[in-house]
């Protein structure tokens, strides 16, 4: 082995057994790489509560059409990108057990299903065709060149099925090292290897078992086999080898780390799934690990895939783990903001950006976090505002210190309540190029100058003292904008105010953003977007009546590729300016959204407003926002990368009047059939939501409908004749899939319908005018009853809302005992874990006397909000009543359960809540207890006296029913 190759595989060695190797790292490229950190990738989960059958994830496959299959222990859920459909034992999947270990998909892509009872399925062309099973558990399977089916099991011994479903068997008499096999493999010479609990052996030509040399392959388990670059990747309970040649020692690539599975991407890229160590990958001499400090859901990792999108999939014993690209990166504490609360950015003259939150300041640059200590002259160091003045200088605006101007990293003057400024809040500033300073604080707008100070609030013509925004534009006018419209100074001095009254009442005005080439000032409100004409004075609007989802709006920014970002506490919007022009103009009535938010990257879709600026266009054309939950950030140019994908199209299911039919062959649909209706899917999965579709009925339409986002089309009445279904799927800006998904169908006539018939009705026109109008009264009557089935299916559905708190968002009393109900019995029948929490805000009576309830019901939403943030996805939460909530831990012991709970606790604790009172401190009780032998009613009585026992004992406090002994405060 050449002496280089041999260094960099002993450097991924030492990183992997370095001490913090699984930290993540802190550093975040500005150009990605093509090797981005772990930590650049969006991590996202999928569980139980999104319709797997079980958390367990023994397999992972994609099939050619797009599909991705995940294998558990109560069934495959075949996965389309929105939702799941579970097969399990049936007449149609011919499993004789849902429990499913591995999957398979041959050089033939045909996908091979093997699990519990010897249970062999093979899935081709959606059709299921099960195999004699071989009453023992099947860890693997695999089809080779020469079309012989290899079978692993699970005690008795290796199985080799030819075409014609005859099977041979080898044994330990046959030189089988243990009747327990874990893997196969078979090499790009067609020899077959095969990992057992005992060490690794592979079959000669003329299938025989022959060792390998090396003795640290034998006497231990080798879970994973895997080819690459002429080398073979053996993955054991000791460590994953590489081996070059059966009789060669094999070359340590991570020593002592229990391996379970293999995934190569590209030549440069390894990852490695352990057993109970997390997630690793190695790659160009880095070794890095990921695991449920960063999200895993579970440290033991079963199975992994890359899907034609380029995400990779994890399957644990939480659920399945997804790591792939997305169109927003999110920047949080984890890589060094000082808060994730961040209020305002500003991209600087001097190629940086800066980033202010409420734990303070923040600079990027190179792809660099660093901070700026502001400690002399800000105590909480919490930045609402940040400007950049005509001499480079960098001024921030805090929430309780007033204002900073910074040069050189440090403070050269600061203004406060004491010198020169109304109020120590700073929401907005507004450096001019004669040196003077625009300050917006909480008490009104301040002009600092050399020649003195001027005031301006609400005696001077403002509309509120409250400031969030302040803009000079282009002719020189000062916009102000407060907690009650906006106010705009002429350049000799005059104040004047805007009538806004005519645009759904609008009243906050949150920021400014001028289109100088289009000559207007589009105004941020909590109406929509008003766009202030420059020469004319006149104001045109952009809120729910032109297709805006929502009314409150923060930060708009124009980018380079002539669309608008919009943030909002819902998300980010993307316009199309020119459609918002041919609005302004009159010459449009609606415009398209899209609408970006946790599922694009960002880490909370939760934008903040309300100081300035919320969000900035960098020099390298990428958008920056600020966020509840760090600073999000999207380089538009990088959307035509998702919209070059085009994602597979495939027909569900056909359904006519009311029955689903099969969809292989032509379909010849009785006469009278009268709704059809087409369920497809785009099987795309890096912006799932966003797929568009677009359809064309041969025969009846004469161009191509676009259908949206829409999942179905329907047809009804449609004449007897010949029919040609199509369907496209693209993302947003890319183009059509080439590959349509077609269904082609006869709609056969009725009886009246066809030529000879219609003949024989000129001479009995009396009776059948009598046959057609008894006919038609029928067809009504069915109709009829079809519509009352719709109707009762709406209010079924309606019925389904009552399930949610209406104040908190979160589950309420009755879904939750519906949900307790459930998890108790699962976790009796499989013998887990289930820990119930109570918890209880203290003296929240006090909140409601004191400060009125509509502060209570913020601090009930913040609280609920807070749960939500720090519980994991596989935990319950829900509205008990009143000021208790309630918290359901599946799978989770007393003592994990604990250690969430403090984290709730504290967390509450800490809570900011001086917007909504200066002295306002909210904490919980929590009442925890577990289901170890306990009934149902004995649960949920033993954690409600724990409650009380922790508010007897002081509140603030977490109390554990099943050892009474020991608390956590």
């Not at 600087?348 to 976090?369: F, K, Q, T, V």
């Not at 600026?613 to 760090?630: E, P």
Request: glycine share 10%; net charge negative; proline share 4%.
């Amino acid at each position: 082995m050449p002496l280089l190759h041999l260094c960099c595989w002993l450097l991924c060695i030492f990183l992997a057994l370095a001490p913090g190797a699984g930290a993540t790292p802190a550093k975040f490229h500005s150009e990605p790489g093509p090797v981005p950190a772990l930590d650049n990738y969006f991590k996202e989960s999928l569980n139980t509560r999104d319709g797997l059958p079980h958390n367990t994830i023994n397999a992972l496959a994609q099939t050619a059409d797009g599909y991705l299959w995940f294998g558990t222990w109560e069934g495959v859920a075949r996965y389309n990108g929105r939702e799941f459909k579970i097969f399990d034992r049936s007449p149609e999947t011919g499993l004789p057990d849902v429990g499913v270990r591995t999957f398979h998909v041959d050089w033939q892509q045909d996908l091979w299903i093997a699990g519990s009872r010897g249970g062999l399925v093979k899935v081709s062309n959606g059709v299921w065709h099960a195999y004699p099973p071989l009453g023992v558990l099947i860890n693997r399977v695999l089809l080779d060149s020469q079309r012989r089916l290899w079978i692993a099991t699970e005690g008795k011994g290796l199985y080799l099925q030819d075409e014609a479903g005859q099977r041979r068997v080898w044994h330990r008499a046959d030189g089988l090292p243990s009747e327990q096999v874990h893997s196969l493999l078979e090499d790009a010479t067609g020899r077959i290897w095969v990992g057992t609990s005992d060490g690794l052996v592979f079959l000669d030509p003329d299938l025989q078992i022959q060792q390998v040399a090396s003795a640290e392959l034998q006497r231990t388990p080798v879970f994973a086999l895997l080819e690459r670059q002429h080398e073979l990747l053996v993955g054991t309970e000791r460590g994953l080898f590489a081996l070059s040649d059966p009789q060669a020692q094999p070359l340590s690539l991570l020593a002592n780390v229990p391996v379970s599975s293999l995934l190569p991407q590209g030549p440069d890229i390894l990852w490695i799934g352990t057993v109970d160590r997390g997630l690793f990958r190695q790659a160009r001499g880095v070794t890095e690990q990921l695991d449920i400090r960063q999200g895993l859901p579970n440290n033991r990792v079963l199975a992994l895939l890359l899907d034609k999108e380029n995400s990779i999939w994890v399957g644990t014993n939480g659920g399945v783990f997804r790591l792939r690209d997305a169109p927003f990166s999110t920047f949080t504490t984890e890589q060094g903001l000082a808060s994730n609360f961040v209020r305002t950015v500003l991209s600087h003259s001097d190629g940086c950006l800066y980033i202010g939150s409420s734990g303070g300041l923040n600079r990027y640059c190179d792809g660099e976090l660093s901070r700026l200590d502001l400690s002399t002259v800000s105590v909480g160091q919490s930045v609402l505002s940040l400007a950049e003045g005509p001499d480079g200088s960098l001024w921030a605006g805090t929430y309780a210190d007033g204002l900073v101007q910074l040069r050189d990293d440090k403070v050269v003057q600061h203004f406060h309540a004491d010198n020169r400024l109304p109020a120590n809040e700073v929401r907005a500033v507004l450096p001019l190029a004669d040196g003077s300073v625009w300050v917006g604080t909480a008490l009104g707008a301040v002009w600092l100058t050399a020649a003195g100070d001027k005031l301006y609030g609400r005696e001077q013509g403002l509309p509120s003292p409250f400031i969030m925004g302040l803009y000079q534009s282009s002719d020189q006018r000062i916009f102000i904008g407060s907690g009650a419209g906006v106010a705009v100074l002429s350049a000799t001095g005059e104040l004047q105010r805007l009538d806004l009254s005519g645009f759904d009442d609008a009243d906050y005005a949150f920021g400014f953003a001028e289109d100088k080439e289009a000559g207007l000032l589009w105004m941020s409100t909590d109406r929509g977007l008003l766009a202030y004409h420059l020469q004319t004075d006149q104001i045109s609007m952009i809120g729910r009546a032109q297709g805006m989802p929502f009314d409150k709006l923060f930060q708009l920014v124009l980018d380079q590729q002539g669309h608008f970002w919009v943030s909002s506490n819902r998300g980010v919007l993307r316009l199309n300016r020119q459609q918002a022009l041919e609005i302004v103009n009159g010459q449009r009535g609606w415009i398209d959204i899209e609408l970006y938010g946790e599922s694009d990257g960002m880490a909370s879709a939760q934008a903040n407003g309300g100081s300035a600026k919320a969000a900035t266009l960098h020099h390298d054309g990428s958008v920056w926002i600020a966020t509840s939950m760090g600073v999000s950030r999207v380089q538009p140019e990088r959307l035509k990368q998702f919209a070059r994908l085009t994602p597979p199209i495939v027909v569900e299911e056909l359904i006519v009047d009311g029955e689903s039919l099969p969809l292989g062959g032509t379909h010849r649909l009785a006469p009278g059939s009268n709704r059809i209706e087409f369920q497809y899917a785009g099987l795309g999965y890096v912006m799932s939501q966003r797929i568009q579709y677009r359809t064309l009925l041969e025969g009846f339409d004469s161009q191509w409908v676009n259908r949206g986002a829409a999942i179905s089309a329907e047809y009804t009445n449609l004449p007897p004749g010949s029919y040609r279904f199509r369907v496209a799927a693209a993302y947003p800006g890319g183009d059509w899939s080439k590959n349509e998904a077609i269904i082609e169908f006869t709609l056969l006539p009725q009886l009246w319908q066809r030529g000879g018939f219609q003949l024989l009705l000129l001479g009995l026109l009396a009776g059948s005018l009598f046959l057609a109008i008894r006919w038609r009264l029928s067809s009504l009557r069915h109709s009829e009853l079809r519509l009352r089935k719709l109707v009762a299916e709406q209010t079924s559905e309606l019925q389904l809302l009552a399930r949610q708190d209406a104040l908190t968002g979160l589950a309420n009393r009755r879904a939750f005992d519906e949900a307790l109900q459930h998890e108790y019995q699962r976790s009796q029948r499989y013998q887990t874990t289930l820990c119930l929490a109570l918890l209880d805000v203290d003296h929240f009576k006090r909140v409601n006397d004191q400060l009125s309830h509509a502060v209570g019901d913020e601090v009930l939403k913040r609280v609920a909000a807070v749960l939500q943030q720090q519980s994991r996805s596989i935990d319950l939460l829900a509205r008990w009543g009143g000021e208790e909530f309630a918290m359901l831990l599946p799978d989770t012991s007393l003592q994990d359960a604990a250690e969430v709970c403090e984290r709730l606790r504290q967390k509450i604790e800490k809570m900011d809540l001086s917007d909504l009172a200066s002295d306002l401190r909210i904490t919980i009780s929590i009442g925890l207890t577990s289901n170890h032998k306990l009934d149902l009613s004995q649960l949920l009585l033993n954690a409600d006296h724990a409650l009380y026992q922790a508010k007897r004992e002081g509140r603030n406090k977490l109390v554990l029913a099943d050892l009474p002994q020991q608390t956590a405060s």
